[in-house]
Structures are given as C-alpha cells and as structure tokens.
DNA sequence: TATTGTTATACTCTATAACTATA
DNA sequence: TATAGTTATAGAGTATAACAATA
C-alpha cells in the first residue's frame, strides 16, 4: 500500500525516533486543526481562537479577566483585546467593569453569545467525535495518557494556578 | 497539584472524552511547535515552513518539483514559490530547469543549502529529543502507533503516489 | 515600580484566484 | 483542456513594544 505524501515522509531510515514521532504528531494536528478552522469558518463564519475564547468564557459564568484568558489560551495579551473586540462588536461578549479593580474588567458570554457558542460546541463535537470515533476505547486512552505525559513534561511549569 | 491553565482547562466534566483528548493534542502540538519555532528564528534565523522544505530537499538529492513539494507539505503551490523563492535568494537551494517539460523546474538544495541544513538539523533532532526523551519507550510507542491510526483515518486518502 | 489592558506595527503563514506558458 | 508554476491579494494569527490608567 502506498503512503500519501506529508511531513513525516521526508524522514529517511536513520532519523531517530523521536524526529518521526513528532512528525507525526504535528501531522495529525495540522490535519484535525484544519479541517476544525475550515468548518468553523463555512458554517459558522468564524475562526478558532474565537471559538476558543468563547469556550473559555461558557465554563464560568462570572466571566474571565483578560489577563486570564491570555493565560488559558496561550498568547499574549494584546491579541486578546482583538479577538474581545470583535466578539464585543457581534454582542456575543461583553465586558464589565469590576469596583475593585478599576484597571480591569471581567469578560463574558452575553445571552445571545451563550446561545451562539452551544450550538456552534454542539456541532464541534460532532466533528470531533467522527474524528477520533473510529480509535478503540483502548487506543483512545493509551493515547490521552501519553499526550498527558508530554504535556507536563513540555510546558514551562508555573507556580500553583488553576 | 494545581493545574496550569491551557485550552484543556477550558472543558467541564460533563464534556466527551473525545474533546478532551483533541485538546490535550492541540495544546501539546502547540507547546512543542511554538518551541521549535522559536529556536528556529533565534539561532538559525529560520522559519518551521523553510525548515522543512529544506528537510524534504535532503532525502531527494536529484530535487523535487514545485508540486511534489506542495503536495508533500500539504500547502498549495503559490506558498511553495515564495518560500523557494527566498532560500533561492539566500543561496541554500536552485530551481533546475530539466528538458523534458519546459513548464516545471526541480528544486535542490545547494552545497552551501546542504551545509547549512545539516548543521541545523543537528540541533533540531536533539531538541526534539529533548522534549520527547523524558518519555518511557512504551509510552513512545504506544504514541506513534495510536497516532499513526489517527492520521490514517483523517487524512483524505489520495490514490497511490509515494 | 509593577500590573492591566490598549494600541500600533510588522511579520509569517496560508488560501484563493487570476494568470502564463507549456503540455 | 489540463497542468506547472507564478503573481497578487486578503486575512488569520502572532509577537513585540510603547503607552495610559491604576495599583
């Protein structure tokens, strides 16, 4: 059986392991993250990390700091105040001044971007079950796990924040 | 322990499995590529897309054309022209024209782009092994292969081409 | 002084589509 | 007609850095 071409195919016999296991890895997450962006692009007119941002924002009602969100999602904080812009400009998100802290504010999901985001996430999972359905329950698990793994091992570790 | 945030942190309990494990993958595959990336510009003063069109060139030494390359990097073509277009301009690889079809041109690394690439590739393979040694060889493999799976069942399927 | 958020800017990466020159 | 490659364009995504307001 032939291979389809792609970034793991420019490895030759003696790479070591490692190089092909990344390879891979970065094969399939550009492969699962492009389709994701394409049809959050078609059938929602909008675009990952805004998705992102919502998600974050639908699992605390109260509403996030940007400085949190700029955390969760891993990038910087200027970008945050874009994406907010836009979301703001839509009336799916809305900021609001906290007494505090006059410096910042909480950001959070408006009724209509609540009801917005439950019927994009409803969908996203969908795409995302048909994706990772066809793996084993076993193969599912062994994979979580060693992801898990990576990921503690690869990320800068900071002081206690949940 | 407390967790640090990431998109993962993003799901409540009662989300799928299978959510959380595309979020797990995501933020790993972004942690390790933004590291990469980032070693990249600042000791090579290189980009991942040129980094990588060079790795393909290597195990070809005869030169690949545009569309192989495109193909193989799953980028379309137009992409392809400007990254060529500016490692052409430092001197790491030529367009070849050949006379069998005066439309296409191989592209091959030069001495100087062979050179070059192999010093950082040298590097690049220790820091991936870096960030993948910590792993047991079990859990290496058991990645590899669930991945493997993963990329089999995403990937559109072409008909036989290497 | 340090932090929160904003603004401005610049660059990489990418897709789309119109174009040319061949085949 | 179809294909190989180019060009032009637009937009996503990101980092950096200077800045204002507040702590």
């Known amino acids: 059986m032939q291979r389809t071409p792609d970034l793991e195919s420019r490895t030759v016999p003696e790479d070591h392991q490692d190089l092909r296991l990344w390879l891979r890895l970065l094969t399939c997450c550009n492969l699962i993250e492009g389709e994701i962006r394409s049809r959050l692009r078609t059938e929602f007119e909008t675009t990952l990390p805004r998705f992102d ?5 639908l699992r605390v009602p109260g509403g996030m700091k940007m400085s949190e969100l700029s955390q969760h999602m891993m990038v910087t904080n200027g ?4 994406i907010t812009d836009q979301l703001e400009k839509e009336g799916l998100v809305e900021r609001v ?3 505090s802290d006059r410096r910042s504010s909480l950001i959070r999901l408006t009724t209509k971007g609540k009801r917005t985001f439950k019927k994009m996430a409803k969908l996203h999972e969908e795409w995302i079950r048909s994706m990772f359905g066809g793996l084993s329950e076993q193969t599912r698990s062994a994979l979580f796990e060693a992801l898990g793994e990576l990921k503690a091992m690869t990320r800068p570790k900071l002081s206690g924040r949940s």
């Open 53 to 57: 941002l919502m998600a974050q924002l």
């Open 79 to 82: 970008n945050i105040t874009g």
């Open 97 to 99: 001044k906290v007494a």
